[in-house]
Structure formats: C-alpha cells, structure tokens
C-alpha cells in the first residue's frame, strides 16, 4: 500500500514536470518576458529611454526632473508587471499584461542597440570597446557581424 503511494506521488509529479517542459510557446513567452520585466531596474531601459524622449520633446532641464520621474514610474511599473507575470505563467492568458501603459518589447533609448552577448571575441580573450573614450570613433569591433 506504501509503496503505491509513492510511485503515485512519483507520476504525479512527473506528469507535472512533463507538462510544464512539454514546450508550449504561451508559457515559455509569459515567462521569458516576466523575467525580462523583473529585471527593468538591472537594465534602466525606461529610465534612459524616458530621459531621452523627455529631453528631445520638452528640453534637457525637464529630462532630468521629468524624464526621470516618469522612468522611474514606468520601470516600477514593468518590474510589478514582470513579477505577476512570472508568478503567473503557467495559467492561461498568456496575453501580455497592462500594454496601454507599457510595450510589449523592453525599451531601450535612440542611441542603443541590443546585440547578442558572447562570441569567439571574449572566449579567445579579445573584446572590442572605447580605446580613447574622449576621441571620436575610437569605439571597434573585432568581430563584427
């Protein structure tokens, strides 16, 4: 009797393993951009990006009063959004959340591009970057794409 109770508890749990690594797309999107959400304040999108916009439409005084507040509004914002939906993602609708205040994609300001981490660059031990900072078009790629 004992023991069909643990091989019960056994299939059980790895029925649910099996169901949550089956690799259904809402699930794994919901939870990759709750993680992604999470961590707004590790990344400052938001906040460089409302500074940016707030200086271009309404003058760099106001980009760092302005701009920063409603930055900081947004990131909270997307940080709470990001933990719902982490805490959430296994439960349909995998919808993303609250898009009349926030986008779907993460912001980042005009002047920065996401480009993918890694490459034989850093494991050989060689990574592009700024030579001379204050002098313009210093900044070099050894393997560019």
């Known amino acids: 009797m004992k023991h069909m109770r643990i091989s019960t508890v056994f299939s059980t749990a790895l029925a649910g393993i099996a169901l949550f690594a089956a690799g259904c797309a809402g699930p794994e999107q ?10 707004e304040f590790a990344r400052m999108g938001e906040m460089r990006s409302s500074m940016e916009t707030t200086c271009l439409w309404e003058g760099s005084d106001a980009s760092y009063t302005t701009g920063v507040v409603r930055g900081f509004n947004k990131s909270v914002a997307r940080t709470v959004v990001g933990a719902c939906e982490i805490a959430t993602f296994p439960v349909p609708s995998y ?9 779907v994609k993460p912001r980042y300001p005009e002047s920065y591009r996401p480009r993918i981490l890694g490459g034989a660059d850093t494991n050989l031990g060689f990574a592009g970057g700024d030579i001379m900072p ?3 078009g210093s900044r070099f790629y050894i393997f560019e794409e």
């Open 30 to 39: 919901k939870l990759g951009r709750g993680i992604s959400n999470a961590t």
């Open 95 to 103: 919808d993303p959340m609250f898009t009349n205040y926030l986008s």
């Open 134 to 136: 204050l002098v313009p």
